[in-house]
């Protein structure tokens, strides 16, 4: 008997809504509570540092030792008043998740006592040994250290008694060990690019930014379920699990009314994050049952990045107080839809002008149709990429499934857009002329409708819409750093308005008018570009031959998609917008190839020892049992009688020892692959091998596991199963 699942169902079943206090300002009062922001900084800092400092976070500019010091001890202040001990730089390594070490404020005073010390120099600088986080390489014993520097673009924040400092992390020789770093420099990049092309349009812009918004969904499993299955604890997801016989086919959660349960743990990871600064706005359920969603006002890129790491932290301590585990998996459970993190991204001015949307004047529409276009030419050329930027071992369970994303990059435009391409595209010479001339316009883009596209116009089998006012990349995995996709996206942005800026200038320099330049060029980028256009079906296997024909990187493995970072043109664009050098580039696969191995060799052991440990052995008792009562059939009844009325029986027993015996020859070819894969120390010939030859064995075994689920005694089975992870809440 599997007491234990049938005891944590139960428990599941009884637990009440943990009661959530609600604080008695509104949010717009305690938003930023515990946050160092502007307000605190003035109010903490004295002018001239104050200034100093925002035009640090504005403009980039070097702050000084002495500002520093000055910031530090403000800094000091406000936390101490808010109850803090310690403080961490934070910092992104190459991991699934942040990393933090704390110290405390303390120091000697020199007298036998303690005072509070936080000076600029630990503000600015720290040292670690970055030996023991993902490095590639790069770092060897003899150079193990790294350090953190301060971001003072994303301000400091407090949790629990501690005050995070947001740093990069880097090596001494300046590479970079982390997803800041490099999401810093492509945002710098696409910045500078993208100003330089408004330059075109107006002048008075000093400042592009691109902005995140990202929508962040997952699934709650009840924490005595969770606690009962060993592959969710050590994978993050189910190796083995039957269907229920419902899942998501009603169609009745999406959107469905949010359990009392469910609604508690909402409402508390609501009000922390507003207290920590993250604008959250939007909650509802998911498509698949215990599936939900959470998403903010979109932000600038890398406060945005930072605010989803910070929420994925708080939404695995916040479930815990509500009984729940939070499954950040992209596919915890086979059969029912995944988790996407779906990346919102635009770009805009710092005069308040949206680049990616449709303006009210035909010079501001010629500013969104080049933007537009020109972020279609460098997904177009950089679409494997692009793909590299989601993939990992996690979201490989996505790509290529039947749910978005397909393992193809391509842009859903809407039928306006299109519309308006193709009139630009088909357009004459001389109905190019200047757009201030009102007279003279006659292209579509003088009167784009502001209200591009309605709900109705959306696809959602596309991995990358545009939607009206910002491209959403949708091939995000639930678990990724948002970074890796935007360094990619920025990087191939910022390259390619820098080409852009090249063939117009020429064009220009050669006696075009400014206008037809543009539209020129524009023209030829949008017949370049077109294979990237489609606005059917991704899902359907008729656009994978398409797809191929168009020349598309169709490619599914994920350690062959990583090879796309390593592409000359990819090597040349990171280097030519100054985010990668070939070096970092090269040691960011080898941690790829290396997490990808690690990932498929924890599941590949999960699974021989679930499989060998858990069911086989009750498997093999419920066949006993089986086997007993054809035995004592056979000695109750006369032979002819005895056989037909356990012929049912020995069907089963015969089906078991087919499924039992497969299970242990499997295994065993799963062990023998994964040794012989272990054998190879070329980290991309390892993580091949383990894509090709070990993580299918893991689904053979899966197989035959779900087929002994449905024989053998549901007292038995030892694993919550799906129904049970599902439904119970
Ligand atoms: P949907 O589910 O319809 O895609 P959501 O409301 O769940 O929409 O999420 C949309 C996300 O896009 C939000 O984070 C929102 O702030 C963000 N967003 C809206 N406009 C922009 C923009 N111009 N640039 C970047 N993100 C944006
Ligand atoms: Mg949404």
Redesign the pocket.
Known sequence: MSSLRFRVVEEAFKKKAVPVERPAERPSDYFAKYVFNREKMQHYLPRETYEALVDAIDNGNPLNREIADTVASGMKQWAIEMGVTHYTHWFHPLTDGTAEKHDAFVEHDGKGGLVEEFSGKLLIQQEGDASSFPNGGIRNTFEARGYSAWDPSSPAFIVGDTLCIPTVFISYTGESLDYKAPLLKSIDAVGKAALDVCHYFDPNVTKVIPYLGW?QEYFLVDEGLYAARPDLLLTGRTLMGHESSKNQQLEDHYFGAIPMRVTAFMQELEIESLKLGIPVK?R?NEVAPNQF?L?PIYEECNLANDHNQVIMELMRRIARRHGFRVLLHEKPFKGVNGSGK?NNWSLGTNTGVPLMAPAKTPQGNLQFVTFLVNVMMAVYKYNGLLKASISSATNAHRLGANEAPPAIISIFLGSQMTQVLDDLENSSEDTIISLNDKMGVKLNISQIPELLIDNTDRNRTSPFAFTGNRFEFRAVGSSANCASAMIALNSAVAYQLKQFKQAVDAKISGGTEKEKAIVTVLREYIKESKPIRFDGNGYSEAWKEEAQKRGLDCETSIPLIFDAYLHPESVKMFSAVGVMSDVELEARNEVKWETYTKKIQIEARVMGDLALNHILPVATRYQSMLLDTVCKVQTVFDPEEADRISAKDRDIIRHIAYHTSEIQEKVQAMVDARKQANRIENEREKAIAYHNTVAPKIDEVRYHIDKLELMVDNQMWPLPKYRELLFVR
């Open positions: 929508e939007t509802h969603e998403a779906h």
